[in-house]
Nanobody
Framework: HVQLVESGGGSVQAGGSLRLSCTES???????????MAWFRQVPGKEREGIAV?????????YYAASVKGRFTISQDGAKSTMYLQMNDLKPEDTAMYYC??????????????????????????WGQGTQVTVS
C-alpha cells in the first residue's frame, strides 16, 4: 500500500516562489526508486494537468510541461522517498490544487512521457490528497 503526502502549498504574490514536497510511504517490494513520480495540478471545472515527472531511480530522467518549463524544477531525495517541486516566478494562472502521484514501472512510464510529452492521470495508480497553491 502506497501513501503519498504533499506539503508546502500556500498563498504567494505573483513572481514569488514556493516549494512543494511529496513523501511516499510504501509497504511494497519495489519502493520509491521503481516509481515514476509526478506532479499534477487542477483548477475546479478543468481537467487535471500533468506538469512534471521524475523517475525514482534516476533524477536525470525528467519531463516538464511547456506551461512550467524554465520556472519549475522537480527533484527528489531517494533516501527520504521524497519528491520536490520548486516553483519560481509564480503567476496567477499557476493557482490550482497540486497533486503528487506515483506510477509503477517507473522507467518505462517516465520514458514514455518524455518521448510523447503526454501525461495521463489514469496511468498513475497512487495519489496524494493535494495541496493548494494560490498566486495573486
Amino acid at each position: 500500500h502506497v501513501q503519498l503526502v504533499e506539503s508546502g502549498g500556500g498563498s504567494v504574490q505573483a513572481g514569488g516562489s514556493l516549494r512543494l514536497s511529496c513523501t511516499e510511504s510504501a509497504v511494497t517490494s519495489y519502493g520509491y526508486i521503481s516509481n515514476c513520480m509526478a506532479w499534477f495540478r487542477q483548477v475546479p471545472g478543468k481537467e487535471r494537468e500533468g506538469i512534471a515527472v521524475i523517475y525514482g531511480g534516476d533524477s536525470e530522467l525528467t519531463y516538464y510541461a511547456a506551461s512550467v518549463k524554465g520556472r519549475f524544477t522537480i527533484s527528489q531525495d531517494g533516501a527520504k522517498s521524497t519528491m520536490y517541486l520548486q516553483m519560481n516566478d509564480l503567476k496567477p494562472e499557476d493557482t490550482a490544487m497540486y497533486y503528487c502521484a506515483a506510477a509503477p514501472s517507473g522507467f518505462y512510464r517516465c520514458s514514455h512521457i518524455q518521448r510523447t510529452t503526454t501525461m495521463t492521470p489514469s496511468d498513475f495508480t497512487h495519489w496524494g490528497q493535494g495541496t493548494q497553491v494560490t498566486v495573486s
